[in-house]
């Protein structure tokens, strides 16, 4: 996975800096992922098209739910399923999906959700 500054890693420990304290700043598009998960890395470059779009107006973290702790933030955000897509401004959530989505529908929950087309 190609990570760029709009591209990161993060996990429980770093989840409120990383996300909720930065999405006061820009939207955060939250992937939590799994890689035994074909729907996952089938959405994977899917995101990073739509991330590189919004050049720098839209940041994505990475979530990998198999790694350390992260389980716990999936059963916080009350998860389901995987791939499962939270959408946080200003410390909120203000939009999810689930499963693999094609690009256009990805772009406009974006812009449904934000201010950003």
């Avoid at 989840?15 to 700043?25: G, L, M, N, Q, W």
């Avoid at 933030?73 to 959530?93: D, H, N, Q, S, W």
Wanted: with cysteine; proline share 6%.
């Amino acid at each position: 996975m190609a990570m760029t500054p709009s591209i990161f890693d993060t996990h429980l420990e770093h989840f409120e800096r990383d996300v909720i304290e930065a999405s006061h700043t820009l939207p955060i598009l939250v992937d939590f992922w799994a890689d035994w998960c074909p729907p996952c890395r089938a959405l994977t470059p899917v995101l990073e098209r739509v991330i590189a779009q919004h050049a720098g107006r839209l940041h994505m973290a990475k979530v990998e739910v198999d790694e350390g702790a992260n389980m716990k933030l999936a059963g916080r955000y009350g998860l389901r399923g995987f791939p499962t897509v939270l959408l946080f401004v200003k410390g909120e959530i203000v939009g999810r999906f689930s499963s693999a989505r094609p690009e256009h529908w990805v772009r406009e929950f974006i812009a449904e959700h934000t201010d950003l087309e």
